[in-house]
T-cell receptor
Framework: DAKTTQPPSMDCAEGRAANLPCNHS???????VYWYRQIHSQGPQYIIH???NNETNEMASLIITEDRKSSTLILPHATLRDTAVYYC???????????FGTGTSLTVIP | DVKVTQSSRYLVKRTGEKVFLECVQD?????MFWYRQDPGLGLRLIYF???????EKGDIPEGYSVSREKKERFSLILESASTNQTSMYLC????????????????FGAGTRLSVL
């Protein structure tokens, strides 16, 4: 599975969009991008995934660059409850585990 | 919604004790996983199971065993707990690992924070 690089921490004002970047320059053609988040002392929560098209669901939007070497998770209107560690994971459609790195610690500021 | 339930949120055990961590999922998922999470090390896979009575070792199986007698339940067993097994333990399940991408999404329980004294 391709390795990902994320900034260790970010701040975002409440009500503003939070844009969390992820680099995955070694991604291969059959690997998907997944995003999870982990609120303190809880298990990771699935947010969204994509292959090459932009994706949107009720939680977030995922923007993947045309060359697929990077992506951005967008929380359109961040709330205090969005304060969490966000993990970007790249993996193929086979395999058994998700490799969580250290992620980005997002703090939403009132 | 998928629900993965871990039997305990917090557990304190003594060195040498046999410890059972239980996990139940209610979505008829084929695959179940046990991870441990430690600061600076991320999540590491201990064992997983892709069917009843089937198990596969993950990256760090030493000191652990698992049991899956029913599809919905996956147990992690610490045969003789040691202080270096103090950690957050996370159970996850997924519908399957082949075919449709959506089957690969893993859903996690809330975690069990185990302290071994």
């Amino acid at each position: 599975d391709a390795k990902t690089t994320q900034p260790p921490s970010m701040d975002c004002a409440e009500g503003r969009a939070a844009n969390l970047p992820c680099n995955h320059s070694t991604i291969s053609g059959n690997e998907y991008v997944y995003w999870y988040r982990q609120i303190h002392s809880q298990g990771p929560q699935y947010i969204i995934h994509g292959l090459k098209n932009n994706e949107t669901n009720e939680m977030a939007s995922l923007i993947i660059t045309e060359d697929r070497k990077s992506s951005t998770l967008i929380l359109p209107h961040a709330t205090l409850r969005d304060t969490a560690v966000y993990y970007c994971i790249v993996r193929g459609n086979t395999g058994n585990q998700f490799y969580f790195g250290t992620g980005t610690s997002l703090t939403v500021i009132p | 919604d998928v629900k993965v339930t871990q039997s305990s949120r917090y557990l304190v055990k003594r060195t040498g004790e046999k410890v059972f961590l239980e996990c139940v999922q209610d979505m008829d998922h084929e695959n179940m996983f046990w991870y441990r999470q430690d600061p600076g090390l991320g999540l590491r896979l201990i064992y997983f199971s892709y069917d009843v009575k089937m198990k596969e070792k993950g990256d760090i199986p030493e000191g652990y065993s698992v049991s899956r007698e029913k599809k919905e339940r996956f147990s992690l067993i610490l045969e003789s707990a040691s202080t270096n097994q103090t950690s957050m333990y996370l159970c996850a399940s997924s519908l399957g690992t082949s075919g449709l991408l959506a089957k690969n999404i893993q859903y996690f329980g809330a975690g069990t924070r185990l302290s071994v004294l």
